[in-house]
C-alpha cells in the first residue's frame, strides 16, 4: 500500500503568516492527491483535488501544488478561521489512504 | 442539495457484529463511487472501504479485510458496511463520503461530501 507522510505534525503560526504543509507519498500517485481541513468535532472538509484543484467555495488563499511524490498545500494568509487539522489523502490506489495530519495552532 | 446521514453506531462488545448505513440524497447516488472512512478518538482519518458505482468493485484497508463487508442498494440510495469481530481498535467515529464519480472517459476523485459520523464503540 501507498503511505503517506505529512509535515509537520503541529504547526504554531500567527495570523497572516504564510503556511506550507508538505506530503510525501512511497511512491508516485501522479496527480491524484487531496487535501482536507478537519474542525474538532466536524467532519473533514474537501480544500483541494488533484493537487491544486480548488473545491468550489474555498478561499483562494490556499493552493496546493506538486507532483509524483511530494506535494505541498499552501495558506498564503493564515486566518482565524484557518486553525484546524490538515489532511492530505492520495486516489492513486484504490486504498484512498491519508497522511497523519498536521495541526495549524495559534503560536 | 447533498446529504449523507449515518446510522447504526452504538456501543458493541467485542467480537460482535453492527450494521452502518448511510442514506444518500441530493445527487444521483448510482453515479458514485462511495468509502467510509474513520477516526479513532484523537487519531487522524483512516479510510476503511470503498465501493464502485455498481458495486461490483470493492477495497478494503488491511486492519478491516475478513471482517467488514461494504455494500451498497442503488434503488434506496443507501450504503452499507457490515462490522463483525469487532475489536477494541475498531472504535471510531464511522463516516461515510462521496468518493467521486467517471464521466467520459475521465475520473474525480474527491471525498466532496461526508456525512456527520457515527460513533462505534467496541468494548466489554
Known amino acids: 500500500d501507498i503511505q503517506m507522510t505529512q509535515s509537520p505534525s503541529t504547526l504554531s503560526a500567527s495570523v497572516g503568516d504564510r503556511v506550507t504543509i508538505t506530503c510525501r507519498a512511497s511512491q508516485t500517485i501522479s496527480d491524484w492527491l487531496a487535501w482536507y481541513q478537519q474542525k474538532p468535532g466536524k467532519a473533514p472538509n474537501l480544500l483541494i483535488y488533484?493537487?491544486?484543484t480548488l473545491e468550489d467555495g474555498v478561499p483562494s488563499r490556499f493552493s496546493g501544488s506538486g507532483s509524483g511524490t511530494e506535494f505541498t498545500l499552501t495558506i498564503s494568509s493564515l486566518q482565524p478561521d484557518d486553525f484546524a487539522t490538515y489532511y492530505c489523502?492520495?486516489?492513486?490506489?484504490?486504498?484512498?489512504?491519508f497522511g497523519q495530519g498536521t495541526k495549524v495552532e495559534i503560536k | 442539495q447533498v446529504q449523507l446521514v449515518e446510522s447504526g453506531g452504538g456501543l458493541v462488545k467485542p467480537g460482535g457484529s453492527l450494521r452502518l448505513s448511510c442514506a444518500a440524497s441530493?445527487?444521483?447516488?448510482?453515479?458514485?463511487?462511495m468509502s467510509w472512512v474513520r477516526q479513532a478518538p484523537g487519531k487522524g482519518l483512516e479510510w476503511v472501504s470503498y465501493i464502485s458505482h455498481s458495486g461490483n468493485a470493492v477495497y478494503y484497508a488491511d486492519s478491516v479485510k475478513g471482517r467488514f463487508t461494504i455494500s451498497r442498494d442503488n434503488s434506496k440510495k443507501s450504503l452499507y458496511l457490515q462490522m463483525n469481530s469487532l475489536r477494541a481498535g475498531d472504535t471510531a467515529v464511522y463516516y461515510c463520503?462521496?468518493?467521486?464519480?467517471?464521466?467520459?472517459?475521465?475520473?474525480?476523485?474527491?471525498?466532496?461530501?461526508w456525512g456527520q459520523g457515527i460513533l462505534v464503540t467496541v468494548s466489554s
Open positions: 488533484k493537487v491544486s
Open positions: 489523502q492520495q486516489f492513486n490506489t484504490f486504498s484512498r489512504t
Open positions: 463520503a462521496r468518493d467521486g464519480y467517471c464521466s467520459g472517459g475521465a475520473c474525480y476523485w474527491g471525498f466532496d461530501s
Open positions: 441530493g445527487f444521483a447516488f448510482h453515479n458514485y463511487y
